[in-house]
């Protein structure tokens, strides 16, 4: 399953945050995954229970949120959303875009619990 490895190496940057900053846990942690991203947002969810397990996120609560996927026009420069399978500009209807985002994994947020006194 290639989404415990994903989820596995999130937990080591999340686990290296967390310790940077003195936390004794993992709150929350918040993810956009956009959907050329290679990454099935359900299996990464089912995976990170049993990838959390025994660390300092193990309690903590995964959002996942789906970023769009967005394009630019080469031909008119407007900036828009796509469909995945659809790369169109909204604009001009022109097929020649460049992928601007959607094919993301993004770790947007994390809420640690710091002891007082800690940075």
């Known amino acids: 399953m290639h989404e415990l490895s994903v989820c596995l ?7 290296r945050i967390a310790r940077e900053h003195g936390a ?9 995954i956009g959907p050329l991203s290679g990454v099935e947002a359900p299996l990464l969810a089912n995976a990170y229970p049993l990838a959390a397990a025994g ?10 949120e789906s970023a769009p996927v ?5 031909v008119c420069g407007a900036e828009s959303e796509a469909e995945p399978n659809r790369l ?3 604009a001009c209807g022109s ?3 460049r992928l601007v985002s ?5 770790l947007a947020n994390l809420e640690l619990r710091v002891p007082d006194g800690a940075c």
């Open 9 to 15: 190496s999130l937990l080591d940057e999340v686990e």
């Open 24 to 32: 004794e846990g993992v709150e929350r942690i918040l993810l956009r």
């Open 55 to 64: 660390t300092l996120a193990e309690s903590a609560v995964l959002e996942i």
């Open 70 to 74: 967005r394009v630019a026009c080469t």
């Open 88 to 90: 169109l500009c909204a």
């Open 95 to 97: 097929h020649r875009t």
């Open 102 to 106: 959607g094919d993301e994994m993004l």
